[in-house]
C-alpha cells in the first residue's frame, strides 16, 4: 500500500520532501532540511490553506491543534513551549517549566526581556492572566480542562510564576504545550473585548495581524519585536480557510498556496509522489465516533456496544480515506510504552443485530442523527456509518451537516446524538483525562464512570511508566465496555508545502510552527 511505503521508508519522501528530526514527525529546533535545500532564506510571502477559521482571536476561545487554529495561535501569540517528534519538551519564550514535588507544584521561568508587539512586557503577571482567564468557566469554555486544574497561582517577580495545582500532575507541562495556555496575549488588549480585540489582538508571536475577512482570508506580517531573529524569515503571511480536501491539495500543487495544513493521508500520499515537502506526525489514540451518553438513544450502554461492534472499520478507511488512512485497533501505538494488544473492539455483526433488537423489542428502536462538519472527511464518515447501520434491523440513523461554528457550539450545548470527535496525543497526559474524565469540561461524550475516573486520575498522577501503564491499562478495558465512542482512525496531522518551502515543523498535536517557514527564491 503506498500509505505504508510512505510511513516506513523514508528514503521515498524524504528525497525531496521536508524532514526535521523525522520524515514522520513533527520537529523542533534543528535545521529546516530539505524540503528546499540549503539553508533558510529571509523574506518572501507564505500563503497557507487551513482547515477551518476561529471563532475569535481570544487565545481562551481558540484549539492548539491542525484541525483548529494552531497555526494562528502560533502565528500571533508564539510559544511557551514546544515538543520533538519524541514528545520532549523544548523550550521556547518560557526558559523552565520545573516542579520539585513531583507535580504538584511548577515553577514558571520566562525569558527575560520579552515584550508583545506593542512594545508592553510579557511577563510573569500577563501569564498568570491569562491562565486565570482561560481557567474561568465564562472565558475559558470547554477550553478550561487544562487549566481548571491550577489551585491557585502567585507571581513571584517579573520572570517568575508558581502554580499549585489541584492534585498531582507529573506530566503537567504537556497540558500548557497542547493547549491554548501556551499562548500569551496582552491583558490590556484583552480587557478591550472581544470585539475590539478581534480587530487588533496584540500577542509576541512572530507575526501580528494586518486584517481579518472571515471566511476569506487572514493577512499578518512580520513581527518586528519577535523574540527569537532573525525568525520568522517569512515576511507576510495569508491565511485561508479551505474545508474541501481535493481544493487543498490541487491548490498547493498548482503553485496557489504554499503550505497546506492536511487531515487526509490521501493528500499527503499524492503530494509524496508529486514531489512536494510533507511533514507527518506519528500520534496515539485517534479520531472517534463520539456518542452522546447524556441522553436518549446512547444513554442506553447497549446502543453504545450495538453501534461499537457494528462498524468495519477497513469499510470505513476506504470510503473516507480510499485505503490510505490507519484504522484503530488499539488505544496506543506499538511505540508507545503503554501498548496493550488487547483490541479497543472488534466488528461482531451478530452481536450487534442482537443489540439492537433488544433495543427494540424494549420500545427503544435505535434512531439517532450523526451531526458532521461540511469538511470531505467528516461528511464522508458520517455518511459512511450511516450506510454500513443501514444493514442492520431496527437502527435509523441521520446525517445533518452543518457549519463549523454550529459544530463547536454543540462542545457546549451537547445538543447532539453523536459527532465526530478526537483524542489523539504524544503523551496521553493531558489528551485521555480530558476526553474521558467525569470531571472535564472538554468531555464530549459526558461519559462519567467511577472506575473510569479512577483509573485515568491514577494515570495522570503516577510517578512512573510502570504505574502509569497499569492505569491505563484500566483505562482502555472500560472505554472497551463503556463504548463511549468508536475510535476509527488515527490522528496524523500533516502539512504539506510547495518543493520550494522549507521549515515545515509542527509541534504537541499538529500545531505548525509559521516562524520555521522559509520560500526558496
Request: net charge negative.
Amino acid at each position: 500500500m503506498i500509505r505504508r511505503a510512505r510511513l516506513l521508508t523514508t528514503a521515498v519522501v524524504c528525497a525531496t520532501a521536508l524532514a526535521l528530526g523525522a520524515c514522520g514527525g513533527g520537529g523542533g529546533d534543528t535545521d529546516p532540511s530539505v524540503g528546499a535545500s540549503g539553508a533558510p532564506v529571509a523574506g518572501g510571502h507564505g500563503r497557507i490553506l487551513t482547515l477551518g477559521e476561529p471563532r475569535s482571536l481570544d487565545p481562551a476561545a481558540m484549539g492548539n491543534a491542525y484541525a483548529s487554529s494552531g497555526v494562528i495561535g502560533n502565528a500571533l501569540y508564539g510559544t511557551l513551549m514546544t515538543s520533538d517528534d519524541t514528545g520532549k519538551i523544548q523550550y521556547q519564550m518560557a526558559e523552565s517549566f520545573t516542579t520539585t514535588d513531583n507535580g504538584k507544584t511548577f515553577t514558571l521561568k520566562l525569558r527575560r526581556g520579552l515584550v508583545f508587539s506593542d512594545n508592553t512586557p510579557l511577563n510573569a503577571e500577563a501569564v498568570k492572566f491569562n491562565w486565570d482567564r482561560i481557567k474561568d468557566p465564562v472565558t475559558g469554555g470547554t477550553n478550561r480542562s487544562e487549566a481548571s486544574e491550577i489551585a491557585s497561582s502567585e507571581v513571584v517577580d517579573d520572570v517568575t510564576l508558581k502554580v499549585a495545582l489541584t492534585s498531582t500532575v507529573p506530566k503537567y507541562a504537556q497540558s500548557v504545550l497542547a493547549s491554548t495556555m501556551n499562548w500569551i496575549a496582552s491583558p490590556a488588549a484583552l480587557r478591550q473585548g472581544q470585539q475590539a480585540f478581534d480587530a487588533k489582538p496584540i500577542g509576541a508571536g512572530p507575526f501580528t495581524l494586518v486584517s481579518w475577512t472571515r471566511q476569506a482570508a487572514m493577512e499578518l506580517v512580520k513581527n518586528p519585536r519577535y523574540w527569537d531573529a532573525p525568525k520568522p524569515y517569512l515576511d507576510r503571511l495569508t491565511l485561508r480557510p479551505a474545508l474541501d480536501a481535493s481544493q487543498r491539495y490541487n491548490t498547493v500543487l498548482t503553485g496557489g498556496a504554499d503550505v497546506a495544513i492536511e487531515s487526509n493521508p490521501v493528500n499527503v500520499d499524492k503530494a509524496a509522489q508529486e514531489g512536494l515537502s510533507t511533514n507527518v506526525m506519528q500520534l496515539g489514540g485517534g479520531l472517534f465516533m463520539a456518542m452522546n451518553t447524556r441522553r436518549a438513544p446512547f444513554d442506553d450502554v447497549r446502543a453504545r456496544q450495538a453501534v461499537s461492534v457494528a462498524l468495519d472499520l477497513d469499510a470505513l478507511n476506504l470510503a473516507v480515506y480510499n485505503g490510505a488512512g490507519t484504522p484503530v485497533d488499539t488505544l496506543f501505538t506499538k511505540n508507545s510504552p503503554f501498548y496493550s494488544d488487547t483490541p479497543l473492539r472488534e466488528q461482531d455483526k451478530a452481536t450487534a443485530q442482537r443489540l439492537f433488537d433488544e433495543l427494540a423489542a424494549d420500545g427503544k428502536p435505535l434512531a439517532f442523527t450523526f451531526s458532521s462538519a461540511p469538511t470531505t472527511e467528516n461528511r464522508t464518515t458520517a455518511e459512511n456509518i450511516q450506510a454500513q447501520l443501514s444493514s442492520f434491523n431496527n437502527v435509523k440513523v441521520n446525517v445533518k451537516i452543518i457549519e463549523v461554528a454550529e459544530l463547536v457550539a454543540l462542545r457546549t450545548t451537547h445538543d447532539f446524538d453523536a459527532i465526530v470527535s478526537s483524542a489523539f496525543f504524544q503523551d496521553p497526559e493531558p489528551r485521555l483525562w480530558t476526553t474521558f474524565s467525569g470531571s472535564s469540561a472538554a468531555n464530549l461524550p459526558g461519559i462519567d464512570d467511577p472506575a473510569l475516573n479512577d483509573a485515568l486520575l491514577a494515570a495522570r498522577t503516577a510517578s512512573t511508566d510502570q504505574e502509569r501503564k497499569a492505569a491505563y491499562g484500566t483505562v482502555q478495558r472500560r472505554l472497551t465496555e463503556l463504548a463511549p465512542g468508536v475510535f476509527y482512525s488515527r490522528a496524523e496531522p500533516s502539512a504539506i508545502a510547495g518543493e520550494k518551502v522549507g521549515g515545515l515543523v509542527q509541534y504537541g498535536l499538529g500545531s505548525l510552527r509559521p516562524e520555521e517557514l522559509w520560500i526558496q527564491k
